[in-house]
Every structure is written in C-alpha cells, then in structure tokens.
C-alpha cells in the first residue's frame, strides 16, 4: 500500500488547489469577439527576458547528457569486399568491439597466426534491431593471431572495429578497408543510450542517413519532413547519437517560447504565462520525447504553431496569420499524419468563426475561403510532394514533375495506409487512448541493468500534475464552454478533443507518447484556470506558484527515470513505481 502514498498525495494537493477556485459561474466570459474587441495582448521586454530565461534554462536541461558526440561517422558497405586487420603486435583476443551501421546482412569475424589460415570466431546476423550501436562479443579461448578476417553479405553497412585481449589491452591494428579503423578513439567497449541507438531510433535515425547520403530509404511508414529535420542534426554533428537527436531536442526547447506566447496573448497574464510555461517544461513527455530521434516532436511543433497562428487570426483578424497557421499545418502533415487530426480541429474553429461573424456576408466568406484553399490545401500539398525529394534522387529520378517522381508519392501514401490500418501487433507497453487520460500505462524507451544493484532506464509519460491537474482543467471548460459561452475554452476544448477523439476509433497498436499532441491542449487548459484564479480566487499567487512548484519538484525526483541517469534498482521501484503498471 506504501507505493500509492505518493500518487494520492498528489491527487489531495490537485484537490486543494481546485477548491481554490471561484465560482465558474460569477467569473467573467471571454469571448473570441469580446476579445477581438479589447483585448490585444502584446508581449513587452519583460516578458522577452523571462522567455530568454525559461528557454536557455531548459535548454541547458535537455541537452545535458543528450549522447555521445564521438561515434564513427565513416562506414563501409561489407557485401563489396572483405576487410583484413592486421595487428600490430601477435596476441591472443578475447573480446572484440564493432559498430553497425544501417542495413541488413551477416559479417563473419575469423582470426589467424599467419594470413593464410583462418578460423572463423564468431558470425553475426544484422537485422533492423540491431543498427547503428555498438556490439560487443566475446571471443573463446584463442591462439596467438596477427591477422583478423570480416568477410559479409547483404547490404549492411559496419563502422569502427576494435580487438582487445584478456586484460582489457586494445590491439592496434591496420585494416585494409580504411572505414574501419580509422576512428578508433571513438571505440566503446559498453552498449548504452548515450553511445548507442535505442528504441525507433533504429528506424529513423537510420533514414535520416540515408535520405543524406541518397539511400533509399528504410522507414517509408511516415512522410519524410521529420526524418528531413533529423538528418540537419546529423549533417552538422555527425551520424553520432548527439548528431541524431539534436533537432529534435531543438524544436522541444523552441516549444516552450511558443507556448509563453501562446499563453500571453490569450490571457494576457505574465504570471499565467510564466506558470503555464513552467509546467509544460517540467512535463515528463516533453522532456523525454524530444531527446529521442523519432519525428512526433516535429508533429507536436507544427501543431501547436499552427493553432497560435489560428488563435491570433481569430482575435486580429490579419490574414498574414492565417496562412502562416496553413503552412505550418502543411509542414506538420509533411512530418507526420496525426497533424490531419490538428487539421480537422483547426477547420472546426474556422467554420464556428464564419458561423459567428455571418454579418460580414458572402464575400468576405468567399475570400477568406478562397485564402484557405490556398494554404491549407495548395501550399501543404506543395509542401507534402517537395519533402519526398530524397526518395527521387535515391531512386535517381530527374526532377519532381515527372511521372516517375509522382509513383513515388503516391505509391508511398498507399503503402502508409495500407501499413497503419491493418497493423497488427503486440507490445508490452501499448496502451489504449482512455489510459493515456489517467497516466496509467507508460512506456518503457530504455532499461539496463548494472552488477552493483544500479540501473539505467527512462520512459514516456506526463507528468501527474499535467495529466491528472489537465485533466480536470477540461471539466472546468467544458461548463464554462458550454453554459458560459467561453471562447477560449472553447477553442482549447476544440484542439485537446481533435488530437484524441480520432484515437479512439483506431484499434491498432498505440503507446502513450500518441498523447503528446494532447498535452499542449491540457497546459493551456491548466493557463486557462490560473487565469480564472488570478481575477477572482484569494491568493491566487499561491495557487499557482504551488503549482507550479510541485511539478517542478516532481520532475526532479523523476529525473532519474526521465534522463538514465543511474539509481540504486531498490530504491527507483520505491520511490517511482507509483502504481503497479508504472514500469520504474
């Protein structure tokens, strides 16, 4: 029973701070129109320096013990021919060291006294699991050898090679085939996710390096944008673990700016904006999701770049921003299809803004429609067939207006469909959309085990104080949405149930970190009531600096469980594994 102490804790102090609350019913309404009419909220210096603060902070978090930056960025393709080490000095190897590169195949690693006479040591199979991270092998009992032979087939691809003896010696070495060593001081004789690929960084990580080294590509499941943006990472650090999740953690650390802005220009509230921004930094998901090269942090970008561009056209009626929300919408479909459930929330709240400002007559309507024809289908679907330029010129096709250029495309959307409506799998960490909700089922990125009772692990989840304090937020919404006539909660209400409800149709395979959309609706849910206890709550500073306090706090003991960073295994189960499905 000691484990549910600290969740219900937690759910006492959510209940005390929503008792702080002011009757929804005396607090004011806030229309879309009301505010259109008075209030504009712009954004001053102060708040600018407290954005820098937030962002650069945070920013020095997320990127502290991202991964190694030293890995082997030269490969060799071993289906072309077989590499022969010789050493520098005969000795007996008892354990050798590689690195994998993409690709499938098998390598043969045999061993010799005399170049001529080989015996084979050790064979290894390299599937889609198994690329881009180190393997270490153990080699039996062997006489004293001056020359190792790595002979392959298929088209995977091997970087660094290292033999050490018994005592832990490296043996230098001399290859014939230069790609593999001739980065040795890269060689790490441990598997880790500071040093290694982990979980669907095998898939995109690896189609990064190949969309820039004109490969076709290996994960054709999602469009290309997100892989795109993952590969300038790579270009500017190398095909290292730091190289491959720089963009990502790039685009979490610009997300918080956003959502300041976000925040201030719907409730005008500094300390809101502050609070609300605080909370989604100190989020679980945000943390861990962006420091991982897979492509939903790009998705979760655009969406929320896009529903600030719409917001402010709702309020400023500037149809610049307009467009600007179509071609972020555009670049978030390009990364991932989820962003076409962001999509169809954006066009609700465009239809509920004509239906309310009928007055203004047809053509205004007209105009504003033809507008949207324009960035919300023409520029995304420009956007769309461009980001498919690496699948042309690893097919070696001339141009984009071709036929050729076009099966491409469209062969891809067939496939994608064709992939994600009938998959059929299991995982010991999906989970379904209704315990997303509740932070029931996360799931379990990376676990190691240490000899001296320590281990390593993080996952992906919210944060209680967003999940659970968000989710009740939404109740606080939906009553003033709904008997109220709040524009804002309404608008936000809108953004959550576009992310969600499409969820709940879908029968395949889903993990947790689908919510992640989600929760940018519930922190701006969690602003929405700050804003309501700043106007009318008795100490409403208290209220939120707890808050937001508490969620902070609550990062910090997960930190652990969050980052990798090593903890006593009792001890993390202790303090961590606050319900039984929670998997610390």
């Known amino acids: 029973m000691s484990r549910y102490i600290f969740p219900a804790l937690v759910l006492v102090l959510l ?153 832990g010696e490296k043996m230098e070495a001399a290859s014939t085939v230069a790609a593999l060593c001739d980065e040795q001081e890269t060689i790490r004789r441990t598997y880790d996710f ?120 709702l309020i400023e009626e500037k149809l610049w921003m307009l467009a600007l929300s179509g071609i972020a919408f555009g670049l978030g479909a390009a990364s991932k299809w989820t962003c076409l459930y962001a999509g169809a929330g954006l066009a609700v709240l465009w239809a509920a803004y004509w239906i309310c400002n009928r007055e203004k007559g047809f053509r205004p309507f007209a105009a504003n429609a033809l507008l949207c024809v324009v960035f919300f ?38 496939y994608m469909f064709s992939y994600h409506s009938s998959l059929v799998a299991e995982h010991p960490y999906a989970s379904r959309w209704y315990q997303w909700m509740l932070d029931i089922r996360p799931i379990l990125y990376y676990l190691q085990y240490f000899d001296d009772g320590t281990r390593s692990s993080f996952g992906a989840f919210l944060n209680p104080m967003l999940c659970w304090g968000g989710l009740l937020a939404l109740f606080v919404l939906f009553y003033r949405a709904l008997f109220r006539r709040d524009g804002d909660a309404a608008f936000i209400l809108t953004g959550y149930l576009a992310q969600l409800l499409p969820w709940v149709l879908v029968t395949r395979l889903t993990f947790e970190y689908h919510y992640f959309p989600c929760s940018i609706f519930l922190v701006l849910a969690i602003a929405y009531v700050f804003r309501l206890m700043e106007e009318k709550a008795d100490h409403p500073v208290f209220y939120l600096y707890s808050f937001t306090a508490v969620s902070a706090v609550l990062f910090v003991v997960f930190y652990p469980a969050l980052s990798g960073m090593r903890i006593d295994n009792a001890l993390a189960t202790q303090l961590l594994g606050w319900l039984p499905t929670w998997p610390f």
């Open 15 to 167: 209940l005390l701070f929503y008792l702080g609350l002011p009757s929804l019913s005396s607090t004011p309404m806030y229309s879309l129109e009301g505010q259109r009419k008075h209030r504009r909220h712009s954004l001053d210096r102060a708040d600018w320096m407290i954005m820098l603060c937030i962002t650069v902070l945070f920013g020095a978090v997320d990127f502290a013990q991202l991964g190694s930056i030293s890995a082997p960025h030269s490969f060799h393709l071993m289906s072309e021919e077989e590499a022969v080490l010789t050493f520098e000095k005969a000795g007996n190897p008892a354990e050798m060291s590689f690195f994998t590169g993409v690709g499938y195949g098998e390598y043969t690693f045999s061993l010799s006294g005399d170049g001529v006479t080989y015996n084979d040591v050790i064979h290894f199979t390299q599937d889609a699991g198994d690329v881009l991270r180190w393997q270490i092998q153990p080699i039996a009992g062997t006489e004293e050898v001056s020359y190792a032979r790595i002979t392959g087939s298929g088209n995977a691809w091997l970087g660094e090679v290292a033999f050490f003896t018994a005592e």
């Open 194 to 313: 500071l040093n290694s690929s982990y979980f669907d960084e095998i898939y995109h990580a690896r189609t990064a390096w190949e969309h820039l080294n004109n490969v076709a590509p290996y994960e054709i499941s999602h469009p290309p944008l997100g892989k795109i943006i993952i590969s300038i990472g790579i270009a500017l650090f190398g095909m290292s673990p730091f190289g491959w999740r720089f963009s990502g953690t790039l685009f979490g650390v610009l997300m918080l700016p956003v959502m300041y802005v976000f925040i201030k220009k719907m409730f005008g509230s500094r300390r809101a904006a502050v609070c609300g921004t605080l909370v989604f930094a100190t989020d679980f998901m945000h943390f861990v999701q962006t420091r991982i090269a897979t492509i939903d942090t790009y998705a979760v970008f655009f969406i929320l770049l896009m529903y600030l561009f719409m917001y402010l056209f």
């Open 377 to 414: 289908v023409i520029v995304p679907c420009a956007i769309y067939y461009l980001s498919y330029l690496p699948y042309g010129k690893a097919n070696q096709v001339e141009g984009i207006f071709n036929r050729d250029y076009w099966n491409i495309v469209l062969s891809n959307q067939k």
